[in-house]
């Protein structure tokens, strides 16, 4: 099975029995402190991401991607060969190449801030880079789907929405057509014939229907357990729920964690024909 955001919203609903208003609307953070507990407990490759850039002559710093978190190594054409440079500390750079006038073919790089990467030493030419990293993916509560309306109006990219009737509250991405908008999945739904309200723009119009939510992600459809019970971990927590209850979530959640890891860190980067076939100590 997998989950959609609004699947995954049920179900949370469902297992905590609470339909409040304040609990509802807080199910998108819910699910993304759920998100991010798997992306700090396990390594996946769905983590890591390949971005192709160019390092400029004579400038020590290469910029990174701006989803960026960490490298896993940056390479360099040279002379049609990929040539990996070394990860060091930043002193270590700095004091390898003290000046950063001194140019030369790259051999290390280090982490200089959130934005930067310090090259040494400086550049001495145009190379392409290879940077492998690690990232977050896009949220399952970045879904879209769309909404008919009467009119799209005056309604601008990225304002929010909320309903007259429902009071749910959602953000504009696009605008595909004079009667749709693509919005972000709300934690509600949308009443069919209620006004809606821009909060930018004060444009107003009436919902005809909501389309339904089919997007998942790669946590959605694949780590299901771990996004399922660390959610509810967050729900329970934001309930202060019963502590024999909020145990058996986090149990549940760390089996799912184990497995993940299993996957993860041993059957994804390694096959059977060179390093044999998982295997566990008998108990």
Not at 6 to 30: H, K, P
Not at 57 to 83: H, R
Not at 250 to 260: T, V
Request: net charge negative.
């Amino acid at each position: 099975m997998s989950f959609t955001f609004t699947t995954l919203r049920e179900t949370v609903q469902d297992y905590t029995q609470n339909d409040e208003t304040s609990f509802i609307a807080n199910m998108g953070m819910f699910v993304e402190l759920a998100e991010e507990r798997v992306l700090k407990s396990v390594q996946l490759n769905e983590f890591q991401k390949n971005a192709a850039g160019t390092m400029a002559s004579g400038n020590q710093f290469l910029n990174v991607p701006s989803d960026f978190l960490a490298p896993f190594s940056l390479s360099i054409t040279n002379s049609s060969n990929y040539v990996f440079l070394m990860f060091k500390d930043l002193d270590y750079v700095q004091t390898y190449n003290p000046n950063p006038a001194t140019t030369g073919t790259p051999k290390y790089y280090a982490q200089f801030d959130v934005n930067n990467l310090l090259i040494g030493p400086t550049p001495d030419a145009a190379y392409t880079t290879t940077l492998s990293y690690f990232y977050r993916p896009a949220s399952l509560t970045e879904s879209l789907l769309v909404l008919t309306v009467g009119a799209t109006g005056s309604f601008t990219n990225g304002e929010t929405i909320t309903g007259g009737t429902s009071g749910v509250v959602s953000t504009i991405k696009s605008i595909p057509s004079s009667t749709t908008l693509s919005i972000l999945v709300p934690s509600g739904t949308f009443t069919d014939g209620e006004t809606i309200t821009g909060t930018t723009s004060g444009a107003t119009t009436t919902v005809t229907s909501t389309g339904a939510d089919t997007t998942v992600s790669w946590m959605s459809e694949n780590a299901e357990i771990a996004l399922l019970y660390g959610t509810l971990i967050e729900a329970s927590t934001y309930m202060k729920g019963e502590q024999d209850v909020m145990a058996m979530y986090n149990s549940r959640f760390a089996e799912a964690i184990s497995r993940l890891k299993n996957f993860g860190e041993a059957e994804e980067v390694s096959d059977e024909y060179r390093t044999g076939q998982i295997r566990r100590q008998k108990s």
